[in-house]
């Protein structure tokens, strides 16, 4: 038998997961792992600015491409509750990521040593295992264990803590013979899946609601075959943007009280079915229960048995992964098809369509100050199909949602459940570095933007492009709009004239100085005639210097993006005008009916 730091059993463990990127940052008492990734070899390493931006970008990295898991490194202490917010947001979103830190020796854990924590305690309700490995003979069984848990049932993220001692006490260990354990995934049964295409097949107006499980599971293709045959509209959700294009004839258009579309609430509201696959019936995109179940009999399909049940009592639920469940629902349907026994939803998918027609926001304006709306149509023409889009939360996220157009899985990528500011600048770095040869967009707030701002040198560093475009009105401009209900506007406002900058007027930050300064390149478009060469200028800048790109917008200090303030899916305020005439929305998937 070979023997080994047990540090070094890890890294070779990692390797033969498949895994070949870290992101983190070392530390006295993560060093011998550290010791052992350099030995080693063939795993690369992104060296972070901050912990946290470490676990946003293996999110982002997870996310990208079907079976990778990202994976974070920290020291002791401080690192690991840095990285909490991460693993609290791969695990609202069902993404694998492996957070592994340092610890004092274990010797002296329970003794206040320097930057001693009981991470594994911290970090329980946010993964699916958490443990300080005490036995350095246990390091490959509990890196094994944590392969299977992350990628098992309902995948997440999973901290394995290493104290110092245990990482470099030698151990027994063959590498050349080490194999994953096999992953288990719930399955439904053919009888499950008759039954409910039984109930589809009995409705007028049904309707499929297709979350993050099915991109997870990497069955677009299937679900879009199971649209066609069934002939049934298809409802994304936000985690599950890009899993049948956003032009495809099936497609309803999202529904909720903010990242929807008029004509997918509208659609939705009409329907008297709806399947639910992969989806865990998220607030903001039900709203008010009573109002999103009315008059509608519901089928679940959901990897995690507990979340069926869990926000509503739906009328019929399958446990399954959503990649099992398609497969048979695509067997079902083509038998059913093969003996003229679907009905003909044609009408049913052709009244969605011409929804998505006449119910438009008008994104054309030449306002300067900037609208925000205009941003997006010019990004629409910039940016083509192959982009990869990130984005976390805000009004930016918001309005971006309603208005960008995605046409693949894995091209949206957005924190859907935690959304926590500073996300989507490292998710982006994470999304880049495992595909350097797509087009990564991020799209922030100013807000997001300067929360870890620091990781653009990270970019600049280890020489990961990608175009971030920031769109900066000086304000918390979601908290802002939420607080019209309170009747203030209290502390949510982020200008001041900056000495050193006193061009910007009262927008405060200079990004683009910061962004310069940090190695990066940025441009500042303050004209909307001027996005459409910026934008083009971004994407030559990143090719040519090999960096991030910040195109800053600056917008109009208040937009009121459209959105329900009753928690009804039926009652979404247009705040701005709507599209009245086809110049009005000139990006639109269908030309403007009047």
């Known amino acids: 038998m070979a023997r080994m730091t047990a540090a070094r059993a890890a890294v070779e463990i ?29 795993i690369t390493h992104t060296l972070a600015r901050h912990v946290e931006g470490a676990s946003h970008m293996a999110e982002g990295y997870t996310r990208t491409h079907p079976g990778n898991i990202g994976v974070c490194v920290g020291t002791s202490g401080p690192a690991g509750t840095d990285m909490i917010t991460g693993l609290y947001s791969a695990i609202g979103d069902s993404i694998p990521i492996l957070c592994i830190t340092g610890q004092a ?39 094994q264990q944590a392969f299977h848990l992350m990628r098992s049932g309902r995948p997440g993220p999973v901290l394995i803590d290493l104290p110092v001692d245990v990482q470099l006490t030698e151990i027994e260990f063959d590498p050349e013979t080490y194999a994953p354990l096999p992953v288990y995934k719930p399955a439904a049964t053919r009888a499950q899946i008759d039954k409910a295409l039984g109930m589809l097949n009995a409705a007028e107006r049904p309707l499929i609601v297709a979350g993050g ?48 579309h008029r004509h997918g609430n509208a659609t939705f509201l009409e329907s ?32 995690e048995p507990t979340q069926i049940g869990r926000i509503f009592a739906p009328d019929y639920g399958i446990a399954s992964d959503a990649g099992a469940a398609l497969h048979l629902f695509v067997e079902a349907a083509r038998e059913l098809k093969a003996s003229g026994a679907l009905p003909d939803r044609s009408a049913w998918a052709a009244a969605a369509q011409d929804k998505r027609a006449r119910l438009q926001r008008r994104t054309h304006f ?17 940016f083509g199909p192959e982009t990869r889009y990130v984005s976390t939360i805000g009004l930016s996220q918001i309005a971006g949602a309603q208005m960008l157009h995605v046409f693949k899985p894995r091209h949206w990528i957005n924190c859907g459940q935690a959304g926590p500011l500073g996300w989507t600048l490292p998710a982006a770095l994470g999304v880049a570095k495992a595909d350097p040869d797509a087009l990564v967009v991020a799209l922030s707030g100013d807000y997001d933007f300067q929360f870890l701002i620091e ?24 908290i ?49 005639a001027e996005l459409g060469a910026a934008f083009e200028q971004a994407r030559k800048l990143a090719a040519e210097y090999r960096v991030p790109v910040v195109v800053e917008a600056i917008l109009e200090r208040v937009t009121n993006i459209s959105m329900s303030t009753t928690n009804d899916i039926g009652n979404v305020v247009e705040f701005e005008e709507i599209a009245t005439e086809p110049g009005h929305a000139p990006t639109a998937i269908r030309p403007l009916k009047v």
């Not at 033969?16 to 063939?42: Q, T």
């Not at 069934?230 to 909720?256: I, K, R, S, Y």
């Not at 696959?277 to 008059?295: E, F, K, P, Q, S």
């Open 14 to 42: 990692l390797k033969r997961e498949g895994v070949s990127d870290a992101f983190g940052v070392p530390g006295a008492a993560i060093n011998p792992f550290y010791a052992a990734l350099k030995a080693s070899g063939g």
């Open 105 to 143: 020796p274990t010797a002296v854990i329970h003794k206040e040593d320097f930057q001693a924590v009981d991470i594994a305690s911290i970090a329980a309700p946010v993964t699916k295992m958490a443990v300080t490995v005490l036995e350095a003979a246990q390091v490959p069984g509990v890196f």
């Open 213 to 260: 499980g099915v991109i997870n599971a990497d069955a677009a293709d299937l679900l879009a075959e199971f649209a066609e045959l069934t002939g049934t509209p298809v409802v994304p959700t936000l985690m599950g943007w890009g899993v049948l294009p956003d032009d495809h004839e099936l497609n309803a258009g999202m529904v909720g009280l903010q990242t929807s």
């Open 272 to 303: 008297d079915f709806v399947l639910g696959i992969g989806n865990r019936w998220a607030n903001r995109h039900t709203g008010r229960l009573d109002v999103y179940t009315a008059g509608r009999t519901f089928v679940h399909v959901d990897i």
């Open 366 to 382: 030449d306002d300067i100050p900037i609208k925000p709306q205009r941003v997006y149509e010019e990004m629409n023409k910039a």
């Open 455 to 478: 990781e653009l040198a990270v970019g600049a560093q280890h020489r990961i492009p990608y175009v971030h475009v920031l769109v900066n009105n000086s304000y918390l401009g979601l």
């Open 480 to 528: 802002r709009q939420a607080q019209r209900a309170f009747d203030i506007d209290f502390q949510v406002n982020l200008e001041f004239k900056n000495v050193n900058s006193p061009e910007l007027g009262v927008y405060g930050v200079d990004h683009v100085k910061v962004a310069e300064g940090l190695g990066c390149k940025a441009i500042r478009v303050t004209d909307p």
